[in-house]
């Protein structure tokens, strides 16, 4: 059974009775109109209340012309409108408080917590002790593959101070004792003053082609004038310890030099030449 005319039971539709100029649909559209627009005024954007009633008005009327099932239709149209206009402004309001465009600001849920499990520790390295190199027994250097010269002579109170060097001229590497007994020689090998072996020394490693150096002192030599050149000498101990095993003397400064002979500082007194202990 259809039925035409406005449903009683229809708040909207008895708002407002039909008029001459628009009828029924007029005075429903008013209403909706107004319901929007308050609806609308706590959105973000503002909303044309009144187009969108009268879109909705139209609908609703041409479903309503045919019959009473055009008739639940436009009333469903009606419905679906406001809901979802309902929708769009609380959901805009919502935004808008939740980025304080409102003047209060809503709380956003706390971050979650994540649990952050621990990573395994690094598996310790295992070290394989591996063999140590294998030593070399190191010679003592020949004599003969040993040179020495004196490069320099200084002079203080009493005393001088001769800078020489050593370098080995041999094929290899060698070693020769730290400290040995020095001397101070004349023309024709005279010794002119004779130090003491030293009491203890080591081991010195000396490549081929390097060169180490020392500083000789001498000091009070009261004996006759010595013949050029003057220079010094070193004597080696014997593998024994208690034997020389040469005597290797410095090639002098020049020719001539007899520089290296200290003065006379009392003739009861001994004179003295020592070492100090060879050095890269």
């Known amino acids: 059974m259809t039925r035409s005319g406005p449903d009683p039971s229809d708040a909207y539709r008895g708002a407002a009775p039909a008029s001459a100029a628009g009828g029924p649909d007029d005075a429903f559209e008013d209403t909706l109109a107004r319901r929007i627009a308050g609806h609308a005024e706590h959105g973000v954007r503002p909303i044309d209340a009144a187009a969108i009633a009268r879109t909705a008005a139209s609908t609703g009327a041409g479903g309503r012309s045919g019959s009473g099932v055009g008739v ?54 295992i070290l394989i002790p591996t063999a140590p190199p294998t030593s070399v027994p190191m010679t003592a250097c020949a004599l003969a593959d040993l040179s020495a010269r004196v490069t320099s002579w200084t002079g203080a109170a009493g005393n001088r101070i001769a ?34 072996p030293p009491a203890s020394t080591t081991a010195v490693v000396v490549a081929a082609g390097a060169s ?18 003057v220079t010094v000498a070193f004597v080696f101990a014997g593998p024994d310890g208690s034997s020389s095993a040469g005597v290797l003397v410095a090639e002098p400064r020049s020719a001539t030099d007899t520089f290296g002979v200290p003065e006379c500082l009392g003739p009861g007194g001994p004179g003295l030449i020592t070492m100090h202990p060879w050095a890269p």
């Open 163 to 196: 800078t020489v060097v050593l370098t080995n001229t041999g094929s290899g590497p060698c070693t020769i004792p730290s400290k040995e007994q020095p001397r101070l020689i004349g023309g024709a090998g005279k010794v002119l003053l004779d130090g003491d």
């Open 72 to 125: 639940a239709l436009g009333r469903l149209g009606w419905l679906l409108t406001g809901a979802i206009l309902a929708a769009g402004v609380i959901g805009g309001t919502a935004w808008a408080g939740s980025h304080d465009l409102l003047g209060a600001a809503v709380e956003s849920a706390p971050p979650s917590e994540v649990a952050v499990l621990p990573t395994s520790a690094p598996s310790p390295s």
């Open 212 to 229: 180490v150096s020392t500083e000789i002192d001498d000091a009070n030599y009261c004996g006759s004038a010595p013949k050029a050149p």
